[in-house]
């Protein structure tokens, strides 16, 4: 028996099948599994028309989703795309512009997305109890859906985590562990829980299925423009939002939703912590751990990533580019997009409008893109000393 439309698991980097019947964390290769779905079958049965008339939220697109049950829902996705012209002239940029308001989500981040997906496969295949390291709006999530839920959460977060996300973890009844260190070094507090004590690992890309939530970023764009942008500008930390998207168009253009055209997928990461802009600009595959992190932006103080072949795959597929860019210009991006849109957006989100910039004079964003910005999270979540303008370390 499967799940609904998932056939199995497929290792990402070598292609080998695994069960999707059973808890899965990574393949036996150590590279993220992907969950495959009878793509031909539903070709001309799930369409944009199939799909247009149900809730607004994610769980429209269940047919390439892999919770087969009633999910937990607090009404996650289908967030607002806002047109930005007065964002885009204050640039001096002749561009369509457009926000994807990713705060809007329930727990106020596309965290969100990925974490109702993981949490509802992942009791329905028998987890009684979950847990992740976090920046901090993936721990808020997942301690949101584990109480939906009704099963225990454990969260282990940088110390300097601004303290409204630690309160919001305890509220909902989340078991939080402050850390000295990054959040390499909380992933190491989780995976001693994980083997001590039997919970399951939500870390990012080490288990399948919150980068299904997150592809739905990818379905929403096609429904809301009907096509797809020429250029995707993403905040990258742990980049799953960035390959969920790429995997999303690739099951579009099978499904028939689109052709064979892809937007160009740029990587924004801050200059304290840039391991894929310098994996970019030195033509690896694979990105080496960036020793002593430092930004204000939490969510891309992430030294390392478990998907980095895969977002840089992403990146040269589609003749996209990768760019670093200050504090400094994350907290006045801040602003500008503020008073230009109406979005309060994230310093990560920020980060994307900082970018653009320094992406038209590389070319990247040509004169008449149609260009969509990730907002990944609501700007509250940068209350704390964490967002004080200076950059922090997790010391």
């Not at 290792?11 to 393949?27: K, N």
């Not at 990105?287 to 990533?305: C, F, H, I, K």
Request: a neutral charge; aromatic letters at 6%; proline letters at 7%.
């Amino acid at each position: 028996m499967t799940a609904a439309g998932c056939s199995h698991l497929e290792c990402t980097a070598t292609g080998e099948r695994h069960e999707s019947e059973e808890l899965q964390t990574v393949s036996r290769a150590g590279a993220p599994l992907y969950a495959r779905y009878d793509l031909a079958a539903l070709r001309g049965r799930f369409t944009p028309s199939a799909v247009a008339a149900r809730p607004p939220d994610l769980w429209r697109y269940r047919e390439v989703l892999p919770v087969r049950g009633r999910p937990i829902s607090l009404g996650e996705g289908m967030t607002p795309l806002v047109e930005a012209p007065r964002l885009a002239s204050s640039l001096g940029l002749d561009i369509d512009l457009r926000i994807k308001d990713e705060g809007q989500n329930p727990t106020g981040s596309f965290k969100a997305r990925g974490l109702a997906v993981a949490v509802s496969r992942a009791v329905e295949l028998g987890a009684r109890a979950v847990a992740l390291p976090s920046a901090g709006n993936a721990a808020g999530a997942a301690a949101a859906y584990a109480a939906a839920a009704g099963i225990p959460a454990h969260v282990a977060m940088p110390r300097d985590t601004p303290p409204p996300i630690v309160d919001e973890c305890r509220a909902l009844g989340a078991d939080v562990t402050l850390v000295d260190g990054l959040i390499t070094d909380c992933a190491r507090v989780v995976q001693e829980g994980a083997r001590r004590e039997g919970w399951f690992d939500l870390s990012t890309l080490r288990e399948p299925y919150r980068v299904e939530g997150k592809k739905t970023m990818g379905y929403e764009l096609v429904e809301q423009l009907g096509q797809l942008p020429d250029v995707v500008v993403y905040p990258t930390g742990g980049g799953t939002g960035l390959v969920g998207m790429w995997k999303a168009f690739a099951e579009l253009e099978e499904l028939g939703w689109i052709g064979p055209a892809r937007p160009r997928m740029i990587v924004v990461q801050a200059e304290g912590c840039a391991p894929m802009v310098r994996a970019w600009r030195e033509d690896r595959e694979r990105a080496e751990p960036w020793q002593d992190a430092r930004t204000s932006a939490a969510g891309l103080r992430v030294p390392r990533a478990i998907g980095d072949f895969l977002i840089l795959r992403a990146v040269r597929e589609s003749g996209g580019t990768a760019v670093a860019v200050s504090d400094a210009a994350m907290v006045a991006a801040t602003a500008l997009v503020g008073r230009t849109t109406g979005v309060y957006a994230s310093l990560e989100g920020a980060a994307t409008a900082a970018a653009l910039p320094e992406l038209a004079s590389l070319g990247a964003v040509r004169p008449g893109d149609r260009v969509v910005l990730f907002s990944t999270g609501s700007g509250l979540t940068n209350v704390g000393p964490a967002a004080a303008g200076s950059p922090s370390t997790s010391a």
